[in-house]
């Protein structure tokens, strides 16, 4: 039997009125599925649901999967609620970390301000400093030439 009759032997539960026709189902009448109340579910299980023996070991090796899938979801399901209870004790120390990372701002933002008035207090103090030191080196120097031009003055005279 060619596959195409293969196909079309297999029952569908669709009406007889159905054809097919270049791949496309055409109809007189409205396509309806019927289905068959008086077969009984032990019938319609042995005849169209028969479990062979690699059925059999195909549905174990399905379940062992399920069960195996089901286990590392289990565990995934476990990290992730370690993970949501790490995160929520991380809020919390942040929560009693907010107050003390706002007060040590507020100290370095005073000890800053204090350290750029002592700078500015330091460089004034520095500049009277070399501005007497100066005065002194001038009257220094002025008293040294004039020792020597009194000495000239002696000489040539």
């Avoid at 009277?128 to 008293?143: A, E, Y």
């Amino acid at each position: 039997m060619a596959l195409a009759e293969k196909i079309e032997s297999v029952p569908d539960g669709m009406g007889a009125g159905t054809k097919q026709t270049g791949g496309l189902w055409t109809s007189n009448s409205r396509m309806e599925i019927k289905i068959d109340s008086s077969a009984s579910e032990d019938t319609m299980r042995s005849e169209f649901y028969e479990h062979t023996e690699e059925s059999k070991q195909f549905r174990q090796e399905y379940e062992m999967r399920k069960e195996k899938q089901d286990q590392g979801l289990d565990v995934i399901a476990e990290g992730i609620e370690t993970l949501k209870n790490m995160a929520a004790d991380i809020n919390e120390e942040l929560d009693r970390q907010v107050p003390m990372v706002d007060e040590i701002d507020t100290k370095a933002d005073l000890a800053t301000a204090n350290l750029k008035n002592t700078n500015v207090r330091l460089k004034e103090t520095l500049i009277k400093l070399r501005s007497s030191r100066n005065f002194c080196i001038d009257i220094i120097l002025l008293c040294i030439i004039l020792g020597i031009a009194a000495y000239l003055y002696n000489a040539l005279k």
